[in-house]
């Protein structure tokens, strides 16, 4: 299983990004797809999943109401679009696989991660 993550790049403060994350080398639709982001000098934390069956997404509290992932079967691709970006979200984003389905908010509970991709926010 790969997954590639793109997307990031340097934004202002309010502004927008869009991640995508192409599954490849396997079926996907018992699995979960999720987000983590890690900043510099923390852990990496939750950021938000799907379900690639039912399209049941979770969000962490930080990112609720702005940040929105989705899912395109067709082509084994999870979107997370990010509106009203904050500095405090400037991180690497990480996409990554979870066999399981549960523990989702758990870095230990997912299998497959993506090589990550910088999101800057500027003040």
């Known amino acids: 299983v790969q997954l590639q993550a793109s997307g990031g790049g340097l934004v202002q403060a309010g502004g927008s990004l869009r991640l995508s994350c192409v599954a490849s080398?396997?079926?996907?639709?018992?699995?979960?797809m999720g987000w983590f982001r890690q900043a510099p000098g923390k852990e990496r934390e939750f950021v938000a999943c799907i379900t690639w069956s039912a399209g049941s997404a979770y969000y962490a509290d930080s990112v609720k109401g702005r940040f929105t992932i989705s899912k395109n079967n067709a082509d084994n691709t999870a979107s997370l679009q990010m509106n009203s970006l904050k500095p405090e979200d400037t991180a690497v984003y990480y996409c990554?696989?979870?066999?399981?389905?549960?523990?989702?908010?758990?870095?230990?509970?997912?299998?497959?991660w993506g090589q990550g991709t910088l999101v800057t926010v500027s003040s």
């Open positions: 080398g396997s079926t996907f639709s018992s699995y979960v």
């Open positions: 990554a696989l979870n066999k399981r389905n549960y523990n989702l908010e758990y870095t230990f509970a997912y299998d497959y």
